[in-house]
């Protein structure tokens, strides 16, 4: 079984910045990679960012440039640095934590951008 700890979600003004968490614990092996999801009202989870093993990093465009990804593989711990929030940007963030066959979600913190 593994769990997912996930932190720093928050309310914050357009423009602001914040850093999200996911510490991954329980029975790891092989972790291929490490993501970060995002979900607002009435819309489908996206993926927002997502990092290897090996340090490739992945991001929806809509983030490009704004956010940053990146893991600490001793730690099972992965990051997302947010910056230039925008309103749009408000909604359940989620970390996911993938192997070869099997793949776990966090219970997901809010994130909430006022214009």
């Known amino acids: 079984q593994v769990h997912l700890v996930e932190s720093g979600g928050g309310l914050v003004q357009a423009g602001g910045s914040l850093r999200l968490s996911c510490a991954a614990s329980?029975?790891?092996?092989?972790?291929?990679?490490m993501g970060w999801y995002r979900q607002a009202p009435g819309k489908q989870r996206e993926l927002v960012a997502a990092?290897?093993?090996?340090?490739?990093?992945n991001y929806a465009d809509s983030v490009k440039g704004r956010f940053t990804i990146s893991r600490d593989n001793a730690k099972n711990t992965v990051y997302l640095q947010m910056n230039s929030l925008k309103p749009e940007d408000t909604a359940v963030y989620f970390c996911?934590?993938?192997?070869?066959?099997?793949?776990?979600w966090g219970q997901g913190t809010q994130v909430t951008v006022s214009s």
């Open positions: 329980g029975s790891i092996f092989s972790v291929w990679s």
């Open positions: 990092i290897t093993s090996g340090g490739s990093t």
């Open positions: 996911k934590i993938d192997g070869s066959s099997w793949g776990y």
